[in-house]
């Protein structure tokens, strides 16, 4: 992986990885990156948790991902920042982007998916000297506690969904996230003090 994120950042003409990371080196605020997704597993108070950000400290950018999207420019937007967030999915990937030393902050969703969160981005940042935090939301935060209830076994007992094969359509498909910034202000803290702040 390591090897895989030095080739990658050459093919686009990024600094060497180990380059400083952009608040070590401008005296500027840490610039933290929040990946909006449009579909599934989004943010619904998207403007809320922008705010706990910034009130953190934190110089926030925002990235909706999109088809047209240049790749070109994509990369050194996220070089040029300190801090990757964003619930679990592909969005996640533009890690490779990071400095090393950078953090990648994964918002996992409900359903027991905290295996599929270490595998897929957990262990991969670790390989690429990245720091990863895992925020792991409450069900909630997620919007299936709205839709069937505190009582469901969607809520209850994700296993059922497991066995019987629902599980990536209700947990990957059917949930957005309703972010608990009072909740989230720990891990901000967290990556404060990862980044020496």
Not at 17 to 35: N, Q
Not at 104 to 118: A, N, R
Request: charged share 20%.
């Amino acid at each position: 992986m390591l090897a895989f994120r030095i080739f990658v950042r050459a093919a686009y003409s990024l600094p060497p990885p180990t380059a400083a990371l952009p608040c070590r080196s401008g005296g500027t605020k840490p610039r933290f990156m929040i990946i909006l997704r449009g579909a599934t597993r989004r943010f619904v108070n998207a403007d809320a948790v922008v705010s706990a950000i910034e009130r953190a400290g934190f110089q926030v950018v925002r990235m909706e991902p999109t088809s047209t999207a240049g790749m070109d420019a994509v990369a050194r937007e996220v070089d040029a920042c300190d801090v990757l967030v964003g619930a679990h999915g592909a969005g996640l990937t533009n890690m490779v982007f990071l400095r090393t030393g950078a953090v990648v902050v994964q918002v996992i969703p409900w359903g027991k998916m905290k295996p599929y969160g270490e595998g897929f981005f957990g262990a991969p940042a670790a390989h690429m000297g990245i720091r990863h935090v895992a925020y792991s939301v409450a069900a909630e935060e997620s919007t299936l506690y709205d839709k069937y209830g505190k009582a469901h076994p969607v809520i209850t007992d994700p296993d059922v969904f497991y066995r019987n094969g629902s599980n990536a359509k209700l947990y990957w498909q059917e949930q957005n996230i309703r972010l608990n910034t009072t909740r989230f202000a720990p891990t901000l803290e967290t990556v404060k003090r990862m980044l020496r702040l």
